[in-house]
């Protein structure tokens, strides 16, 4: 079965870093784009970024520039490397995958953002 497992969330200052990981299984890997999606409090799950299974990649308009999504296919693993984070960037981040017929999510983690 589709399994995504996140982690690297956590607690960081303004003008800070982070990076997430996302490790997969049940599914060929390489075949797939990945995305990572965030939902804050209160508010609908964004997408963040994606990753084609060739490695083009796309960012949603509010972290370009910050935030770098990349992929290992032999490590089955996507990341998103979180630079210059702002308060407004807190929220649960999501691993995605869309693996026919279902999308797929991981259990999300937290990053929290201070000011």
């Known amino acids: 079965q589709v399994q995504l497992v996140e982690s690297g969330g956590g607690l960081v200052q303004a003008g800070g870093s982070l990076r997430l990981s996302c490790a997969a299984s049940?599914?060929?890997?390489?075949?797939?784009?990945m995305f990572w999606y965030r939902q804050g409090p209160g508010k609908q799950r964004d997408l963040v970024a994606s990753i084609s299974s060739g490695g083009i990649t796309d960012y949603a308009n509010f972290v370009k520039g910050r935030f770098t999504i990349s992929r290992d296919n032999i490590k089955s693993t996507v990341w998103l490397q979180m630079n210059s984070l702002k308060p407004e960037d807190t929220a649960v981040y999501y691993c995605g995958v869309f693996v026919t017929p279902s999308n797929y999510w991981g259990q999300g983690t937290q990053v929290t953002v201070s000011s």
């Open positions: 049940g599914f060929i890997f390489s075949t797939r784009a």
